[in-house]
T-cell receptor, first 111, second 115 residues
Framework: GEDVEQSLFLSVREGDSSVINCTYT??????LYWYKQEPGAGLQLLTY?????DMKQDQRLTVLLNKKDKHLSLRIADTQTGDSAIYFC???????????FGAGTTVTVRA | KAGVTQTPRYLIKTRGQQVTLSCSPI?????VSWYQQTPGQGLQFLFE???????NKGNFPGRFSGRQFSNSRSEMNVSTLELGDSALYLC??????????????FGQGTRLTVV
């Protein structure tokens, strides 16, 4: 199965950009996802990227995929206090019917 | 369009009891997956159902079971509850194209506490 690793903590100043990194082991992953979890809540799908793409941009979010290094990153532009949360990257093969999650990166936005 | 609905939101059970959790997927989604989230183990895959058939199962004991109904709603059951079963149980529904899952949307979860 997939092993997914993330750094555990990130502190960023309000208005700066945040970059959350993730590495994965399974090169046959079809989809790679970023989810956001706020305290006491479920997982909110932020964005996803197909494994045949290098980059995807969606408003303040930019996902970069380096297939050679099996590295995925999420950049949040103009980080706001409402962006404070735990961010999970996840990978899966579409015919495997399951996602493998990283441990989550806790992002703290300071004024 | 309504999201993924999980009921109940919170549950307290005693060791040895059994519990049933429910998940209603997004309308039109036929795939439902279940995950367990704990501080120690993170998010772990339990099982996935599509058209009432279990297509994949995670590494959990047989006390954990599930099923899916013809309207795509799913239930999971945990029998003989243990303290270690205390967790947030998350359900996800997915679009399916050609039998393959794409985006997975999660519900708010059911917080199960075993005392």
């Amino acid at each position: 199965g997939e092993d997914v690793e993330q750094s555990l903590f990130l502190s960023v100043r309000e208005g700066d950009s945040s970059v959350i990194n993730c590495t994965y082991t399974d090169s046959s992953s079809t989809y790679l996802y970023w989810y956001k979890q706020e305290p006491g809540a479920g997982l909110q799908l932020l964005t996803y990227i197909f494994s045949n793409m290098d980059m995807k941009q969606d408003q303040r979010l930019t996902v970069l995929l380096n297939k050679k290094d099996k590295h995925l990153s999420l950049r949040i532009a103009d980080t706001q206090t409402g962006d404070s949360a735990i961010y999970f990257c996840a990978g899966g093969r579409s015919n495997d019917y399951k996602l493998s999650f990283g441990a989550g990166t806790t992002v703290t936005v300071r004024a | 369009k309504a999201g993924v609905t999980q009921t109940p939101r919170y549950l307290i059970k005693t060791r040895g009891q059994q519990v049933t959790l429910s998940c209603s997927p997004i309308s039109g989604h036929r795939s439902v997956s279940w995950y367990q989230q704990t501080p120690g183990q993170g998010l772990q895959f339990l099982f996935e159902y599509f058209s009432e058939t279990q297509r994949n199962k995670g590494n959990f004991p047989g006390r954990f079971s599930g099923r899916q109904f013809s309207n795509s709603r799913s239930e999971m059951n945990v029998s003989t509850l243990e303290l270690g079963d205390s967790a947030l149980y998350l359900c996800a529904s997915s679009l399916t194209s050609g039998g393959l899952n794409t985006e997975a949307f999660f519900g708010q979860g059911t917080r199960l506490t075993v005392v």
